[in-house]
């Protein structure tokens, strides 16, 4: 036989879900383990939504209770002694209700500030979560386009236009970094803290050498590369055509 499934907040109506909530309102009084489930991301957006109308209920029960209430004072006041006595014996009830309902309405908002709290709290995690995934896609991407660039450096092959306007985006596109998070280039990002730093060969150094002069190019294109021969002589290095 199948186990049943786990019971959730999303199978309560809502008038079983906002006496869960109303009972778990207090912090004298909650259960934890309902509360973290009733602020979980999940479900604090419902949670929200039912206080808030418990809130405005509450406080129009106060509104209408206090206009009746006045209403009846005013009608004893017209009956004179024998409304005036009635007027001082119901007071006492009166009074009570009062408190009660101004703490639960207290309680009430005081939660739903809560609720709040921890929901800004939600979404700063979310957000730099968010930041930091993204961050790390653009650190990948930019590793890449490094390589790509380092690949034609050692074959010395000819770049295209758009290889350069590619590579160029490393110098002129930037992340915020350090403590004052100061617009840094992503070509210093891979030198300093996105790459591994290791001792540079001669052939390295070439190869970098290479880089920056294609980085450097009018135009997009490296100076050398600016006149590209159509054809050469077979087994010779000299160009037909500038």
Known sequence: M???????????????????AVDN?????RDLKAWQALTSPQNID?????????????GNSMRRKKAEREEF????????????AEWFATLPEYEA??????????AVQAALSELGKVQRKQNRAVTQQ?????????????????????????????AGQEDYELWQLLDRL???????????????MLDFYWTDVDV??????ERAAAERTMRQAPGGRAAQFSGVPRARHVGGEKPLSG
């Open 2 to 20: 199948d186990a049943p499934a786990p019971f959730t907040l999303a199978d309560l109506d809502d008038g079983e879900y906002e006496q869960l």
């Open 25 to 29: 309102a207090n912090p004298k009084t």
């Open 46 to 58: 419902r949670t929200r939504e039912i206080l808030n109308r418990v809130h405005q209920r509450t």
């Open 73 to 84: 004072h005013q009608q004893c006041h017209a009956r004179g002694q024998e409304g005036k």
């Open 97 to 106: 209700w009062r408190r009660r309902a101004a703490y639960f309405h207290q």
């Open 130 to 158: 968010s930041g930091q995934e993204a961050r790390e896609v653009l650190r990948k991407l930019s590793i890449a386009v490094q390589r790509h660039q380092a690949r034609h450096a050692k074959a010395g092959s000819i």
């Open 174 to 188: 930037t992340v915020p970094c350090g403590p004052n998070q100061e617009p840094t280039s992503l070509r210093t």
């Open 200 to 205: 540079v060969t001669d052939q390295q150094e």
